[in-house]
């Protein structure tokens, strides 16, 4: 059996260029460079604007990655669509491409959805990919889909799944929810949606963390991963926290997007696509300012 | 210049097999009935499952019914996708196919999307498309998308786009919202999503209603919205609310689902696609009961 995934995981963002079209190549260099630094690439998420994104943009973007000799075994792509056809279509996509995982929003429009709806959705994209290469990774993110995972349903599926559902980020933000779901279930991958929680949420058998700001400081939340048991840990953390403190007091995606732009020296990266909108110059001088206070940098940026 | 729509809409019920496969020829004959009982085709609607559709399953639908020889003329095709290649997409095709206009959905996975982020996506996709054929009209439902489009939204798009954005469906159940949107827009096709506003909203200008009970009801509600200002209009809009309000007090697309099988005798009818589930046991005897109490009925059902 294939192991579970841990570590540190990058939602990466996605390159645009002035017209929206995807820029594959600067994607493929910023995959690259996460890697370097340590970082997992979570490609595919809400913070890469995966639902901007069409299916085949998606489709061609993997494909890029691994015709450029990534490694499919660090990758973990967002898969999850509102329609059925869609996931299936992602995630055998994913699988054939030998994907670690894939990780599977629930379908996002309806909302009030029983647990019995969300478990039927999720049977039926596990029977029609039908391969016990899928190792799937649930997403909880209720603030953007109003869809909650509740734990029955982890359960659930888990009994009848266990070789498939394997693991879950958790974006609710809430501990409460995040330690029950470790509590709960110890042989799946558990993953915060934030470095903030690794101190508290490792010691209680998290599996890492797939965080927005591993896009920015992926060396930074690596070593306080590696090292959250060691003297130094405190410390770690903080210097984390003031990271992800900064960011998250802007529009986090459009502050990634912005900031990428300044330490790579390619302005082309601050391009978001509607309905999103990059920081505006105000914001763009808080930003450098706030991240000038901190020492923040971003190291051997190639790009 | 095109005439505004005006009327009643019915946002399409769409049938699956048992295989949650399209049965288009069902469609076909569904959307026949609605034309016959005098409503237009708001297909791909949320009452549609639309969003639980692949692109694909959209265009070959619309196809079918362009070749049976329905007239495009009556149909209101829902093209607004998340991604904005995807809504592009589906809206030069609805555009080419003659569609008297789309209704278009804002994307809908980010939250706190600004006015200035949605009106960019909607000049995008305006620019896209880039035909004098395309009537918008705007698809406010913040329930489910969690994304409002508001007054002064509506006013920059009408203002920059004169001639394309030309209506607006509110489904917010909002009174005071749809009296200020008839009030802000006496030039828009200004239609509530309920036909128990009729009787309020059309002396205000309202253009009628894209309703999902027009699925099961609509020669009552055409003949509401034929007679509002005729002695029996009061009689009329007390049975409208009647089907309505015994509709709305159960899941909604299941429930319309379960009584278009009831009365066509055919029961596959009943399927919705995950994640909805259809009508239980003793929901559908309850649905049953009070049909049976309020004397409804589904005329000339031929399928």
Redesign the interface.
Known sequence: MRPLLSGVFAPVVTPFKAD?DVDAELFVRHCRWLLSQGAGLAIFG?NSEA????LE?RRQLLDRLIAEGLDPQRMLPGTGC?????TV?LTRHAVAAGCAGVLML??????G??D???Y??YA?VIARVDSPRLKLYLYHIP??T??PISLGLIERLRRDFPETVVGIKDSSGDWDNLAAMLAAFPDMAVFPASESLLSRALPLGAAGCISATANVNPAGIRRLYAQWDQPDAALLQQQADAVRQTFQSFPMIAALKFATACYSGNASWATV?????ALGAKQQEELQAALERIHFSMPDMGH
Not at 51 to 54: A, E, F, Y
Not at 82 to 86: L, Q
């Open positions: 929206l809400t639902n901007s994104l069409s943009q509102c329609a059925i056809d869609d279509a629930p379908p996002f429009y309806y909302k959805i029983s019995e709806g969300l039927r959705y039926e603030a953007f109003g869809v696509r509607p309905p999103l909108v």
